[in-house]
């Protein structure tokens, strides 16, 4: 190719990249934009700019209740999905039983389950057999363990992948049980792992409207159901609003998980990056989901 | 502590359909360097994992120090390994891969200074007591995975592969310095190795294993000079192997490829011959059993190599003091063996030497 050739390709390719930065982030950016807008209603330029809807996001009683039911349900999902999913990946990869290849795909199987279809599944086992987990904490932490599980078998399980067994099996040897040889040796070595998982699982809990709207009722919702309902009734930048506080910390929780994602080593970076890019966990992961 | 460190009794395993370890018996003293020497595959790593507890046999036992520890989890053996790759933890700096096993058995803290700083130094890395394993060569990993597994003083220290990670010249370097932590810590050594010059060089007695079975344990001597079954005489050093039968026209000689072998009472045993007692003769010299066409020569520096090929083309090896060989390629010579030095390799049991064990 000549160097013009290789020039004109160059060009090119940063075109194509900055297209589909602008598809990715325009709609944000509109979203953005809107929320600090004097106008009631959107449509074009603001023709003036205000924290308003920011105060008014704040003050509104169901989104500060939905806000730390929010917060409860993705804080109790993640350390659940984190705790067992990591015991799922630890047998996966270092024991050979029966079932295992079952498990494996047992694990993955809510990922291609249509979120709806999982809340209405969900909603029939709680409403027949578990009254009381409808609406609580527990019961919708439970429900979005589910769908984070995959997601921490999957990453977890890929670190595991790339250790030695040899290190714990040194450690047992100079004196530790099973559980303190994991706890000096293997777990420092996936710590960065577990943190992108947990911040991932984190922000897909948080965002999970699909699921949980079928899990509680409409007076005491979680913050992301809470919009979504508010959104039914009214039109005004204070859901939009509300939507950039979200976008601004997704950002940065997903922004701390790349980082996290590149210290565990290659493995995880698709997943870091696709995660990252759409700020919300398990689509990402079914896509760049690195084999345990 | 015992005489027998280690015994192992009746010891079997199998991984799903495969027989790994098939009936093992070892006794190993205490204070020796014993080797398990195998081709890949043949189970010995298996053996070794299983003294130390990392793997259950699915039958037989395992006594350390005359107490039986087959049930015990391997924190609570009093052996150490040295993984094949070293496996330091790469988290942790040298002193504290070094420490490791002292604070999981809770020393006290003086007391782990002054020991992590006493083994390193006898391994040669006092210096190096700061720095992360990824920073380190090959050999250094394997100083300080051998001192990690020595500084808790195992009654035992038991080594998987310890040098076939490193090149040739650091191996070499490597075995004697495995000797002399040997004799210097008094501690018994259990080395499992594929590489049959290393058993033989650093050993005190060797087990050599094949196919999930132990075939012979002995010196290196023993194994070389009296092979107890066809794998043995392959394995150790270099050998002509010949499956021989009765020569109708003369008792006590049997015959393969074209040469014959004086063999006590004939029949039909398998006969071994070193490279180093096969004499290339003249044809017609009274002391050939046979005859044969020169293939190859070839320089080895403390030795020649001649490669002959007997009437039925097969291969024979012969090696010669280098000074005062003058044979030719393609020229047609004899064969000539000294009796004292032919082999009979019983199909099992005890090796004969064929002039009444004589030597």
Known sequence: MTPAGRRAAAALRVLFLALVAVFVLLPLAVVVVSSFSVDETGGGWPSGFTLRWFQRALDHEPFRVGLLYSLEVAGVATVISLVFGTMAAYAIARHRFPGRELLRSVFVMPLSLPRVVAGFCLFVLYASLFPAAYGTVGGIAFAHCLLLMPFVVAVVGAALAGLDPALEEAARDLGSSAGRAFWHVTLPQIRWALLAAGIFAFITSFDEVDTSVFLMPADTTTLPVAMFLRLEQQQDPTVTAMSSILIAGSLLLAAAAAVAARRTGGALGGVGATAGARTTGPEGSAEGEPTP | ?359
Do not use: W
């Open chain 2, 1 to 359: 502590m015992s005489d027998r460190a280690i015994a192992v009794r009746s010891l079997s395993k199998s991984f799903g359909r495969k027989d790994v370890l098939n009936d093992i018996e070892l006794t190993v003293r205490a204070g020796e360097f014993f080797s398990l020497l195998g081709p890949s595959g043949c189970g010995k790593s298996t053996a070794l994992r299983i003294i130390a507890g990392l793997e259950r046999p699915d039958r037989g036992r395992v006594l350390l120090g005359g107490a039986d520890v087959t049930g015990t989890p391997p924190h609570r053996r009093p052996t150490n390994l040295v993984f094949q790759q070293g496996a330091l933890f790469p988290h942790m700096t040298v002193f504290d891969n070094v420490a490791y096993g002292l604070r999981a058995r809770r020393t006290g803290r003086a007391e782990i200074t002054r020991r992590v700083a006493e083994i390193l130094d006898v391994v040669g890395m006092s210096e190096f007591a700061g720095r992360a394993p990824s920073t380190l060569s090959g050999g250094q990993r394997q100083r300080i995975a051998i001192a990690r597994a020595l500084v808790g003083r195992p009654d035992v220290l038991l080594l998987d592969e310890p040098l076939s990670a490193l090149d040739l010249g650091l191996q070499l370097r490597m075995r004697r310095e495995l000797r002399r932590l040997q004799r210097q810590t008094g501690t018994t050594f259990v080395c499992v190795t594929h590489n049959q010059s290393e058993a033989m060089e650093v050993s005190d007695r060797i087990a050599v294993m094949n196919d999930g079975r132990v075939e012979q344990i002995g010196t290196a001597e023993e194994l070389y000079r009296a092979p107890v079954s066809r794998f043995v005489a392959g394995f150790i050093g270099e050998n002509n192997l010949f499956d021989t039968a009765p020569d109708p026209g003369s008792p006590g000689r049997s015959r393969a490829d074209g040469l014959t072998f004086p063999v006590p009472g004939g029949g039909s045993p398998l006969v071994a011959v070193r490279p180093e007692f096969i004499r290339v003769v003249e044809p017609s010299d009274e002391g050939a059993i046979g005859g044969a066409v020169v293939r190859s020569v070839g320089f080895l520096g403390a030795r020649i190599r001649i490669v002959l090929e007997t009437s039925t083309g097969r291969e024979v090896l012969a090696d010669t003091d280098a000074h005062s060989s003058t044979v030719t390629v393609g020229a047609a010579v004899g064969v000539a063996v000294d009796p004292a030095h032919l082999t009979v390799v019983p199909a099992d049991g005890r090796a004969v030497r064929s002039e009444g064990a004589a030597g």
